[in-house]
């Protein structure tokens, strides 16, 4: 299946699930945004934006990595601002961000 012209956004995509949702739509040609809190590889986390974006690429995609927390709505606002600014459309979204362990860790213990 090609994914040509088609415009995604996978949330969450620095590491894990995300990350190779994002890999396998930039196999089949989509351009993907890619959200994430971590843009640039650190000794806090695996994986960041920038590696996942390059990754995308090789593949024959397009990303376009995002710095975003979701859990801040006026960066949820700007992200979608600069998609519809850019292509108008989303075709596909994968919403994988979690911002679970700040509700167990605050809530819960």
Excluded: W
Excluded at 13 to 22: D, K, Q, V, Y
Excluded at 97 to 102: D, T
């Amino acid at each position: 299946m090609s994914l040509h012209n088609k415009i995604c956004l996978v949330t969450g995509a620095s590491r894990g699930i995300g990350r190779g949702i994002a890999l396998a739509l930039g196999s089949e040609g989509a351009t993907v945004y890619i959200t994430g809190r971590t843009l640039e590889l650190s000794s806090k986390a695996p994986g960041s934006l920038n590696i996942t974006a390059e990754e995308v690429n090789a593949r024959g995609g397009v990303a376009i990595p995002v710095q975003c927390d979701h859990g801040v709505d006026e960066e949820i606002h700007r992200l979608f601002d600069k998609i519809k600014k850019d292509h108008g459309k989303i075709d596909l979204l994968v919403n994988n961000a979690f911002k679970g362990l700040y509700y167990v860790h605050y809530y819960i213990t």
